[in-house]
């Protein structure tokens, strides 16, 4: 099947999963490794979810790749945040501009008054960097590693993303030499978030 066939295919998909049940075995053979080791860092990355996106920090569950590549342009267009937090749950808006946000959020307050509505007890705004995007089953950041894909789509074919999670993987287990320090690098070249990793993949890896 053409490539472009199979990537309009792909992101026409629903929300169900398409993680093979052999997935992590085939590739995990293909490059001679574990697919318990592969499991469970698609289990810290994303929880096994092959449409996951983490936007600066901010993470999003979209029903399907579709969704989850329009989410991203739309984040693209307006990088700034604004999350309002109630009592019973949170919303997170976008817009194109801080001054967009901080005029959203002060209607916001002023229409709970009026509606005699409790108001968002707590509030964050901030730009996110758009840049820095994490894709799919293995959370490949676009801003590192986008230079090796045609576009963000082919990301969220899950095959194509843990190959590449793995050879990337592979990279770093011959610069590191030891697995656990190739795993860290894997997430964060930051030794604070590869402490951090760590301890949450060792408890991952151990249930494998």
Same mark, same amino acid.
């Given at each position: 099947?053409? #490539?472009?066939?199979?990537?309009? +295919?792909? +992101?026409?998909?629903?929300?169900?999963?398409?993680?093979?049940?052999? +997935?992590?075995?085939?590739?995990?053979? #293909?490059? @001679? &490794?574990?697919?318990?080791?592969?499991?469970?860092?698609?289990?810290?990355?994303? %929880?096994?979810?092959?449409?996951?996106?983490? =936007? /600066?920090?901010?993470?999003?569950?979209? @029903?399907?790749?579709?969704?989850?590549?329009?989410?991203?342009?739309?984040? #693209? $267009? %307006?990088?700034?945040?604004?999350?309002?937090?109630?009592? /019973?749950?949170? %919303?997170?808006?976008?817009?194109? !501009?801080?001054?967009?946000?901080?005029?959203?959020?002060?209607?916001?307050?002023?229409?709970?008054? &009026?509606?005699?509505?409790?108001?968002?007890? $707590?509030? @964050?705004?901030?730009? &996110?960097?758009?840049? !820095?995007?994490?894709?799919? +089953?293995?959370? =490949? /950041?676009?801003?590192?590693?986008?230079?090796?894909?045609?576009?963000?789509?082919?990301?969220?074919?899950?095959?194509? %993303?843990?190959?590449?999670?793995?050879?990337?993987?592979? $990279?770093?287990?011959?610069?590191?030499?030891?697995?656990?320090?190739?795993?860290?690098?894997?997430? !964060?070249?930051? &030794?604070?978030?590869?402490?951090?990793?760590?301890? /949450?993949?060792?408890?991952?890896?151990? $249930?494998?």
């Amino acid at each position: 099947m053409p #490539r472009l066939l199979t990537l309009i +295919l792909l +992101l026409a998909l629903p929300g169900a999963s398409t993680l093979g049940a052999d +997935l992590f075995e085939r590739t995990a053979a #293909r490059h @001679e &490794l574990q697919p318990e080791l592969l499991r469970a860092i698609a289990k810290v990355e994303s %929880n096994l979810y092959p449409w996951a996106v983490n =936007i /600066n920090w901010e993470s999003f569950r979209p @029903e399907s790749p579709y969704q989850a590549v329009r989410l991203i342009r739309k984040v #693209r $267009q %307006n990088p700034w945040l604004l999350r309002v937090d109630y009592a /019973n749950g949170s %919303n997170r808006l976008f817009f194109p !501009s801080g001054p967009a946000a901080q005029k959203a959020l002060a209607g916001l307050r002023r229409r709970a008054v &009026l509606m005699g509505i409790e108001p968002p007890h $707590q509030w @964050e705004i901030r730009k &996110l960097d758009v840049r !820095s995007v994490d894709i799919g +089953l293995m959370q =490949i /950041n676009w801003k590192f590693h986008g230079e090796h894909f045609e576009s963000m789509e082919e990301l969220f074919d899950p095959a194509t %993303n843990l190959d590449y999670a793995v050879r990337f993987l592979g $990279q770093l287990l011959k610069q590191h030499g030891d697995l656990e320090t190739a795993v860290a690098h894997y997430h !964060s070249s930051t &030794l604070h978030f590869q402490e951090i990793y760590l301890k /949450n993949f060792r408890a991952v890896y151990e $249930q494998q």
